[in-house]
């Protein structure tokens, strides 16, 4: 059941807002709060890096993405509330859970069921923001919401490294876990369904259904939607590598306690990325009233830019200079992502946004969470028998290739957006 149009006041779609972004905000600290465990639970598992790739990225990303088409189908027919509150109550179950695991099989199989829940969380939320605010203020809207990640980047370093030094990483999955579930049951009995196309008043579209085949077709016939899903997973990809691995580098290679790698990172990238995610849609909001390019063009600039710093960063002989170093980039690389989701939300019907979405983050995640830190753990596990510590060095600079391919699929999408965005 929808609510009535008129119970939506501003106040309301602000709150809506607010509640998503904090159901985001848990989706990143259990999704993100592995990394800053990972040297605790290398060194009680006895684990290799590539195992501990294997279970940040690939087999993660399998599930999510594999689960949040289907998912993600359901949400644009049914209540995107309720499968957003009971995909929370799964994914910080398994969480809390992830702390009982007593080898590599048992937590693989828990982070497997926090991928499972966390295919239902962002679909369905892209679906009701952009019904919710109309296109001239949807990328500033999506953008808030994107800021959850940085926000739960933040929260997932900060707790994990000062949980996990005094209390273990057992008791870290327990704490950031079972306060998902009291947040699923408010989410669900304060939020309201939407109208579909409210925003629009596109009370014809709403009404319209489409099969899994229509929205693929039409994905597929936009050229520009090719690449705007390239590009982001390939900027996705450098943002899941060093966030995986930069921890263990500082662990290695400056020999940083984890709750000072917390501390420093909650900040650098909890609220670099976060103004990152932000100014992304605010800034290509304004910029695109002059040319719809600039949407593609700002984010392809940044990623660029980025480039020097982070080979800087991944390079340096001290800690201070590798964490300095890093924030801008950490900045730049979040451009990308709320004029992405903007755009592919432009270019299908109301009734195809969640599954555009889904669609959007398949290959987002399958290239940037699959195989980022995957390919990373494997190059540290290679190199590590000649280079020792500093293979992790190489592990982490592999992004700048990434970065390159980024851009350029951006640019590219650039070409036929308006054409895309007008058919």
């Given at each position: 059941m929808t609510e009535p149009t008129a119970n939506?006041?501003?106040?309301?779609?602000?709150?809506?807002?607010?509640?998503?972004?904090?159901?985001?905000?848990?989706n990143f600290i259990d999704r993100q709060i592995l990394v800053i465990l990972q040297e605790s639970i290398k060194q009680e598992l006895g684990l290799s890096d590539t195992q501990l790739g294997l279970m940040t990225g690939f087999t993660f990303a399998i599930f999510y993405v594999s689960f949040g088409i289907p998912i993600a189908r359901l949400a644009d027919k049914g209540n995107r509330r309720n499968i957003i509150a009971v995909s929370l109550t799964i994914w910080s179950t398994m969480t809390a859970l992830s702390g009982m695991a007593q080898n590599f099989?048992?937590?693989?199989?828990?982070?497997?069921?926090?991928?499972?829940?966390?295919?239902?969380?962002s679909p369905p939320s892209h679906s009701i923001i952009s019904d919710l605010y109309p296109p001239k203020k949807r990328a500033t809207a999506l953008a808030i919401y994107s800021t959850g990640i940085s926000i739960g980047i933040l929260l997932g370093f900060l707790i994990g490294g000062w949980v996990?030094?005094?209390?273990?990483?057992?008791m870290t999955f327990l704490v950031v876990g079972v306060p998902g579930i009291l947040l699923a049951l408010i989410l669900r009995f304060t939020l309201k369904e939407p109208p579909r196309g409210l925003s629009e008043k596109g009370k014809d579209a709403a009404s319209q259904q489409h099969s899994m085949k229509d929205v693929f077709r039409l994905l597929r016939e936009k050229k520009s939607f090719r690449y705007i899903a390239i590009g982001a997973g390939f900027a996705a990809y450098v943002s899941y590598t060093v966030t995986s691995w930069l921890p263990p580098f500082l662990a290695r290679v400056h020999s940083m306690g984890s709750a000072e790698i917390g501390t420093w990172l909650s900040l650098i990238f909890g609220i670099g990325t976060g103004i990152g995610y932000f100014m992304g849609g605010y800034l290509t909001d304004r910029l695109a009233k002059k040319d719809l390019r600039w949407y593609l063009w700002l984010p392809s600039l940044a990623i660029v830019l980025a480039i020097p710093l982070a080979l800087v960063s991944f390079f340096a002989t001290d800690a201070n200079t590798t964490l300095f170093a890093i924030i801008l980039p950490a900045f730049l690389n979040s451009l990308y992502l709320a004029p992405?989701?903007?755009l592919t939300h432009g270019i299908v019907n109301v009734r195809m946004r969640a599954l555009a979405s889904a669609i959007l983050f398949f290959v987002l995640n399958i290239i940037g969470l699959g195989f980022g830190p995957f390919v990373g753990g494997i190059i540290s596990d290679m190199l590590q028998p000649t280079l020792g510590i500093d293979a992790l060095r190489w592990a982490l600079?592999?992004?700048?290739?990434?970065?390159?391919i980024s851009a350029f699929c951006l640019y590219m999408a650039s070409k036929t957006i308006r054409k895309d965005l007008i058919r």
């Open positions: 939506l006041t501003t106040k309301y779609r602000g709150y809506a807002l607010f509640i998503l972004t904090t159901v985001y905000v848990f099989i048992q937590l693989l199989l828990a982070r497997i069921g926090v991928g499972i829940g966390e295919a239902g969380g996990n030094q005094y209390l273990g990483w057992r992405c989701i903007a600079s592999n992004t700048a290739i990434a970065s390159i």
